[in-house]
Structures are given as C-alpha cells and as structure tokens.
C-alpha cells in the first residue's frame, strides 16, 4: 500500500494502445482567458437549474472529502478503529462495550428525530460489518438486536407512508440491515443476559462469603466492579429486549398484542431507571478521560470506540456533508421515555368501533406532540386493509357515523362509486391527522375539495336514483334513507375538517394579530354551518331512533323530544358566539383605531383574504361567503354596540348550561370551562373597552393562555 | 447552525442617504454576492447556484453599498409555477454591522417592484420560524404565513413559507399613495432569508 501511494497519480490510469495522456492544464488555461466576461462553455444540454444540486470540491461545507479520517471502511478497520475484542483487558472491554451501547441509544433518538440511518445509528462501524463481531458474544448479540429493531422501525415508517418527513428517516443507502441470523437476535440476547445474570449471581454469593456452587467464569477481572458492570449492562441489554418486544407485538394484526405491548413498555420504563442509576457508577470508573459535560452521550462520559459518521457520509454523498449532532444519553433516555408514554398511549385505546370515537381519539392523542415513530404506529393501527383497526369496514363505520340502522351496514349500495370514493376519503382523513401538525394542515386544506366534489357526486346519484317518484318498494326505501343519512354526514364531516384546518393555523402560527378579524370571522361562519349540520344529521337519527320506539312513548315526550336541542349542537353554539364575539372586538378595535392596521406597499386586506381561505373558498366551504361578505359584517362594528349584545356573555351562559350534559365526558367538559373562562374574560374587557373609550392609555393585548385557538382579551393602561 | 460571530464590530454609524443600492451589473459583482452570502448563511451553495440566478434574473438582485464596501445583497428569480406567475426571493443578507437601518426592507421593496413590474401574481419565500427579524420585515410588506413546513431544514428546525398576493389586474387606485406614504415612514428592520427549493 505504501508503495501504491508513492507513485504519481497518472501512472495508475494507464495509456491504451493508441492515446496518450497529456497535461492540459496550459491550454485551459489560455482559452479560459479568451472566455467574455460571464461566459460559460457547456453542453447543449446544460442548464444552470441541475447544476444548482453540484457540489464544490475544497469547500469545506459541501466537499464530503474534505479533512475526514479514512476513505474507506476497510481501511478504518485495518487501522483498529472498531478493534475486537474492544481491548484485550476483559475490565477495559466491558467499559467501551457500555459506551458503545449508550452512543447507540444517543444515535437511535437522533435518528429518530429525523436524521440520516447512516450518519447516526450506523455511523457504528462494528454494525456495517455483521460478521466481524461474531467472536464477541456481547458485542455481536447487541449488534443483531439494534440492526433488527433498525428494521422493524423502518418497516413501521415505510409502511406508514405519511409522506412528510420521512424521507431522509427511511433512506438505508445500502446499509446492512439484516446481518445472517438478526431474526434470532433475541435468543441469542438471551444467552448472554442468562449469562451476565448468572455472573452477577456469583459475585453476590461471593461478597457474601458463602461458598460459590457454580463454576461462573467474572465478567471482568476486577472483583470490585464486578457487581456495578453487570448490573449496567443487564439493564441495557434487557431494555434492547423489551423494545425488540414491544415492537414486535404492536406489529400484531387488529390490535391483538396491544396488551402485551403495554407491559413491554412497563418493562422499558423500569429498565431506562436502572440505566440512569449506572451513570455514578460508570463515571468514578472511568479511568480519568471522562468529562463532566451536558452533552455526553455516554454514561461514563468517555468517548465511544468504533464510530465514524463522516465514512457513511462519504460513501453515500450525492448530497453536502451535513454535521449532524447526536443527542447526549440524557436527552437521548428523555426522547424514548415520551416515544414509550405515546405508544402506551396507543396501546391503552379502547379499539371503539366508531368513527367519531377514532377521530377524537386522534385529535387528543395529537395534542400530546408525538414524534414520527409513535404517529406511524398510531396510523397503523388505526387503518389496516382499508378497515379500522384492520376489521371493521370502513362503510359499516360510515353508515354508524351517519346515525343508519345495523342493517344498512351491508347494504349493495356500498358497492356504489362514490360510496368506494367516500370510504377512501375516510381512510386518507384518519391517515392525515396521524401526522405532524404541519403537514395535516395543508393536506385537510386540500381535501376539502375532495369532500364536496364526492358529496355533490353522492347528491347527483341520489337524485338520478329517485327521479321516479312513482315507483315505491321497501329497496328503495332503504336505499333513499341511506342516501339522506350519509349526505348530511359528509356534509358535516366536510365542516368538521375546516374547521379543524382553520384552528391548527392557530397552532402552527400561522396568523399575525391583523389576521385574527377575518379568521375568527371564517371560523364563525364555518361553525354556524357545522352545527346546522350536525343538528340536521341528529335530527334525522332522532326520528329513526324515535319510530322504532313510537308505541313505547306517548305524545307529551315525543312532543318534548321535539324542542330539545342536542346538547353537541349548544356546545358548537358557545364557540359561535365566542368566535363571533372576538371577530367583531377586532373589528370594533380596528374601526375605532386602537390597533394600527397593517398597512403594506404592494397589497391590501383583500389579498390577505384570498390567500389565508384560497383552499376554503375553492371548495365552497361555505357557499356564497366572500370578503365582500366579510367587510359589511364587521365593518360597522364599534364597542358601543357590542356591549349591548354581548356574544361573550351568550357564550358563557350556554357553556354554563350544557355542562351537565357531558358529565361523563372529562373532555368536553374541560373544554366547555376553557370557552367558558375565555368568553368571561373577554365579557369584561369588552366592558372596560366602552367605559374607557376616550382614554388613549388603554392598551388591549391578546393571549392564549386560556385556550389553544380562542384568544383572551387582556385591557391595560399602558 | 450558529451563524459566524465574525464580525464584533458595533453597529456602524450612517446617513440612509450614504447607502447606495445598485441593480446587478455583472461578474464583477458576483464574487461580493458570493462571500455575503457564505459568510451569513449556514446551507451551502455552490458557484453555479448563484450563476443560475444571476445570470437568468440579474434585474432581480440588488446589492447595497456603503462607501464602496458591499453590505448587504438579495437574490432572486421569477418564473411560471403551477399556473401562477410567482417571484421568489431566494436569498437576502445584511452584514451584522449594517442591520436594523432599512437596509434589508430597501434591498426587498426594490426587487418586489421590479417582479410586479414583470407581471409576477405572487412573491414568495421560506423563512426559519425562529428569524424573528425576517418574519417582522415580510409581514410589514405584505406577506402572510401561508404554510409552515416541518423540519425543512437539516437542523430540524422547521420553515414559514411566506407569500405576497399582488392584487388582481391593476393596482388599487390608493397603492401608488400608500407606497409613497409608507417609504417615508419607513421602521427598522433586518433579516436574511435562505432558500430551498
């Protein structure tokens, strides 16, 4: 090698029979000097956008070749970067393989946050080369399990397919991700933890001073630390097993290892404790190299053995080198502690066979900011064969959301077109709100459009259907109620995903304070439609429910059943006076100019309209609402007026009264008291707003502090 | 990715009217666009980045000088997307020693009239959600957060993309006044905006 390396560069090209290399540099040189300034000499098929993606050789952010360590992974293991065994001193061995281990897990979390495999997990070289570690028990075994628990995330991703980010998460370049033998990893796992419990057993015995039964070959040389290094590596390797485990039962089909999958998680969380208790231990045996530093990212705080993110970096490099920073072991446990809770999560859900049940499960679970790992599994879940939950079809799940009779579920007008388009939409919908906050937003905005062109199709259908008025027959009776029923539930649904999009612009902060007039105005006019929606959709079911039962009741109850309006419907009514209460106390603070309005050289407010509801306005959600519409609403709004009607205080007063309808919905019920304090607040400033009209010293400020999309009215003198 | 602390001067002390903002005119300032560029930006670029905006939309680019010295430039491109004719400002930086003068504001304020002179429908960019700075000076010009994308960029932090709407067939009446009214009013501002596309 050394000799390869003395010799010229050219020579290793050699001359074929009729050419010869010569040295071009000269020329190059005298016809770059001829070159206009600005001119470039290309292909006919050059153009400037493809080269935009070329790198740039010597430049240090781009240049993957740049000061790095070895060119290859053969001459990294020949010069005794990944050596095994780690040290030929057993007590030294145990030492980096723990520091191997805790790298590791820093990789994993880091990868799972949305870095590259390569430059994380497998920037471990003793991983790229699966039987190299074949004489190292420990070493080997911890290799097949992390390869295999590699495989399995990337297979619950893939499968997944959210299309948002993990692109970059599920790119393998390659990498060895099945080592001979890793489906076996965990009996072979097993042994060595067998093995290491049995040595830890026998330490014990010994301090103990009674005789030693067994003949236990130490872990390591030192009887001091025997006790301390088996219990750190036990307590790593058992939380490899139980991970390997959990994954592998939620992989089950239709929820069936949810249970088991839960004391797996259990298992974790104690075992991620034990992990923690090591650190002291392996920081007073750390032979002095240790630093005392918030971002190590082993327990010891010595740097690991045997990695090199800048080999993978390299060998896959269509892309700049990008200099990744692995979390340390302490944010490392934090991010699988929260990944463990989330799927606990998961695995604690009922499986209810009901769609609205699912979507509010989906909804809350969301709320909790789950990495992409737990949001893959939770979609999984949700939708497998294009059922829910892998066993309930997706029509029967409609046609209960719709409020139709069991019967109707296996009705032939499944089969029709666009009832096939709807149960699809169903099925993207639960895949959508299964990921992050960002992408669901712009994915809902455009599937609205969706929505309404199958409920106009679905109308079109049912019309053609029951053009012949004349002709009667129990089918079609059936077939015209399945039609009414599932119309206004689509028709529902639709609002119930706008107003979901509209609200997340709150979350993503999406929306400047001369934004909030017009939004909660749209919100307004979006929740009037779904709450005329849900109450039609209730009606109907209301009546279904109520002929089945009619010789059970007598006329008094069928006549009060008749004025009760559902309590669902009053609690949509609470948010329509709250948001129509703040749409027009911004509207009342811009006409009166207590707040400067925007005022920008190159557009007005009308712009800003048409792009923040583009999505809403195309697919008629609602009808015949513009921003001509939105000016004459809010346009003559003054505090004067407002304080007479006070939508605040409508929204408190029925937030008030329907609380007891929703006794058992700890949910619903913590959200009424947040419409609730933020409509009280806000009745109040609204007030100090109209007795403080002529004083300039007021100031009025926004918060959430109350709830995540409702603002809170805060009046100050400044 | 830190951005260099390179530079530990003060802010430096000047008259708006000493700052002197000129169109691109070609390779002799290309080099300057160059090192602003790299030395504020974390994403690397490579020479024939620049060349495809300067040399497709060199009208686009404006660079702003202080005494001969190149303090702060932007960078941008036009064309048809989606059925839309949109602007885009692919990259702005003022040096630290310069910001919060207007500098930034001017250098964008030229390049927008220059592509609604052009017809653009739209103008748009990505901004990290953190660039307080950036976010304040669009938001005063008009641009509304229109989305807001997950982890765009390698360090896991994620993007606004933010987007102007130019108002439909000709302008307002009251724009031209507006425009007049609000240069001479102009606020502090500073900002830089990486692209990706």
Redesign the interface.
Known sequence: MAEDRSLPPRASIPSADNSVWADVSPLLQAACQDLQ??E?IHGDNFN??A??S???IM?P??DSGIACTYYSLDEAIENGVAPVPISADKTTDVRCMIDIMDHLLACEATWH???SLAQTVYSCLYLLRPERTSSHALLHSYCKVIRATCKAILSVVSEARTH??EDLFTMAYGLPLSGNGDEKCLSMLNAVEETISRQLRACKASSSKRRVSEDVEPLQNNPDLEEGYCKALLCRLRFRKHFYHLLMSMKRPQGRGLELARKHIASCISEIDYIRKSSEFLRANAHGMSEQNIDNTTASGCQPIGFDASLNCRLSAPT?P?SIKILSLEKALEYFMKLLQDLDVICSYSLDPSLEAALLFVIKFQKSQPDLVARAHLQLLLVQDGKLYGRDPMFSMITRAAGLPEVTENHDIQKNEFMVQLGQLVINLLKILCT????Q??KLGKMLQDWRVTYVQLEMAFKGEFAEASKTSNNKKICFKIYQHILAWVEEQTYWIAFRFLNLGFE?????VH?YCMVYWYIYVVLIKLAEKKHLRMAMSSDSAKKKTKKKRDSFKDGEMDYQIPAAVLFLQSQIYLAEGLSMMFAALRNERRIVP???????E???F???FELLQKACVPDHISYVTFKESTMHANFSTLAICDHFKEAQKIAKEVKSSFANDPDTMAELRRVEQVAERNSIALNVCRAGALDPKLKTFFTFCHHPFYATAIVKRS | MDRDEAETMENVEFDASEIEYVSYG???H?PLVMNLVDQELS???????Y??FV??WPQLSFLAFHKGKCVGTVVCKMGEHRNTFRGYIAMLVVIKPYRGRGIATELV?RS?KVM?ESGCEEVTLEAE?TNKGALALY????F????????YY?N?V?A?RL?????RSEL?PS?PM??D???SHMQSDHGDAPFK?
């Open positions: 300034e600005g470039l400037l956008f080269a935009m070329a790198l740039e430049d952010k781009m946050k949305g870095h948002e980010e700049p990008r992050n906050a960002a992408w937003r712009r993503l902060e999406l929306y400047s934004d925007l005022q920008s050289p190159f557009n007005t009308h712009e800003i048409i792009q923040q | 070609g390779e002799h290309l994403e690397p670029y490579s020479i024939f980045t060349r495809y040399y497709l304020t927008i609604m959600v938001g005063r010009l008009g509304i957060r229109a989305k807001r994308l997950f982890h390698l896991g994620d606004f987007k102007l709407l130019f108002p307002h724009l507006m425009a009214k609000y240069e596309e």
